[in-house]
């Protein structure tokens, strides 16, 4: 298993998943995900792109260096639907967020 294979298994076995599960997460089939795990075959950008919309550390896949990963269910909601916004609704979260944590620090 090469470097990759053992840290996508990683990954999976974090977050709990069976093969066909994570699979799923990365739009392919079961086979294809014991093949990327296995080092026989190299995932696509679309199959990475489709893993770090579902909050996988995609970085650390790539890197072996760990970003800010997303230890419970309510960070990668959060994440993935930030991801989604654009323009003044991406800038009215950031906006609510740094006006939450001014409160907290006082």
């Given at each position: 298993?090469?470097?990759?294979?053992?840290?996508?298994?990683?990954?999976?076995?974090?977050?709990g998943?069976?093969?066909?599960?994570?699979a799923?997460?990365?739009?392919?089939?079961?086979?294809?995900?014991?093949?990327?795990?296995?080092?026989?075959?190299?995932?696509?950008?679309?199959?990475?792109?489709?893993?770090?919309?579902?909050?996988?550390?995609?970085?650390?896949?790539?890197?072996?260096?760990?970003?800010?990963?997303?230890?419970?269910?309510?960070?990668?909601?959060?994440?993935?639907?930030?991801?989604?916004?654009?323009?003044?609704?991406?800038?009215?979260?950031?906006?609510?967020?740094?006006?939450?944590?001014?409160?907290t620090?006082?």
């Amino acid at each position: 298993m090469d470097v990759f294979g053992e840290r996508l298994k990683e990954e999976r076995s974090r977050r709990g998943l069976s093969q066909s599960e994570f699979a799923a997460l990365g739009g392919v089939k079961q086979h294809a995900q014991f093949q990327y795990e296995k080092g026989m075959r190299r995932p696509n950008s679309d199959y990475l792109s489709a893993l770090a919309g579902e909050g996988v550390d995609v970085w650390y896949l790539l890197t072996g260096e760990k970003g800010a990963r997303l230890e419970n269910s309510d960070e990668q909601q959060i994440v993935a639907g930030f991801r989604k916004l654009v323009g003044r609704k991406r800038e009215a979260l950031l906006a609510l967020v740094e006006a939450f944590a001014e409160q907290t620090e006082k």
